[in-house]
């Protein structure tokens, strides 16, 4: 079965807006979350990482993680075209292992 | 290097061959990670090392893949018996130890005629 889920997209948000993209996780024990940003044909880049519930700020990104529900969720304040790309969840599902599930990520679409 | 290296960009090989990938991870790194991505999907999970040691090696699809790590920093995914659906991007990631972010190279892309 899918262990990360994300809604593949494209969610279209004009420029100024908050875009809100959203995740969900079967594997209660998991401990670490990270949201990567992939351009079109380029390798996944980190943008956030959370280990902890609750909110994590850096500049105009904010990663919330809310254990009990197993939702990951990426905010981006005053959207600019220039992050229109897919963006991934993925999660550490084991302390035991540190492999990273991916899931297939969410395209995301900034018009001016 | 600055970054994870890997090389090559683009392979071509025909069905049945072997080939090897190379990737080199951030300098001090002691945690390497091989995934493949196909169109469309997100990273699928291969193989990691930590050290010279694969810790986790429950994604490698089946016994025609193999990595190596032989001192610990460059590694090498090795495809015997190359197969159409063996074509993908293989990327490989590297982090400082277990369980922090890991940094992706630019990938190989792998394509099996």
């Known amino acids: 079965q899918k262990e990360v889920e994300q809604n593949s997209g494209p969610l279209s948000v004009p420029e100024g807006a908050i875009a809100s993209l959203n995740c969900t996780y079967s594997?209660?024990?998991?401990?670490?979350f990270f949201w990567y940003r992939q351009y079109s044909g380029k390798s996944p880049e980190l943008i956030m990482s959370?280990?902890?519930?609750g909110d994590k700020e850096d500049g105009r990104f904010t990663a919330q993680l809310n254990k009990a529900s197993q939702y990951v969720s990426l905010l981006i304040r005053d959207s600019q075209p220039s992050d229109s790309a897919t963006y991934l969840c993925a999660v550490n599902p084991d302390y035991n292992t540190d492999k990273l599930i991916f899931g297939t990520g969410t395209r995301l679409q900034v018009f001016p | 290097g600055a970054g994870v290296s890997q090389t090559p960009s683009n392979k071509v090989t025909e069905k049945g061959k072997y080939v090897e990938l190379r990737c080199d991870p951030i300098s001090g790194h002691t945690a390497l990670y091989w995934y493949r991505q196909s169109l469309g999907q997100g990273p699928e999970f291969l193989i990691y090392f930590q050290g010279t040691g694969a810790a986790d090696d429950s994604g490698l699809p089946n016994d025609r893949f193999f990595a190596v790590r032989p001192e610990g920093s460059v590694s090498t995914l090795k495809i015997q018996r190359t197969e159409r659906g063996d074509s993908a991007v293989y990327l490989c990631?590297?982090?400082?130890?277990?369980?922090?972010?890991?940094?992706f190279g630019q990938g190989t892309r792998l394509t099996v005629v």
């Open positions: 959370i280990y902890s519930n």
């Open positions: 990631a590297s982090s400082l130890q277990r369980n922090t972010e890991a940094f």
């Open positions: 594997d209660r024990g998991s401990q670490s």
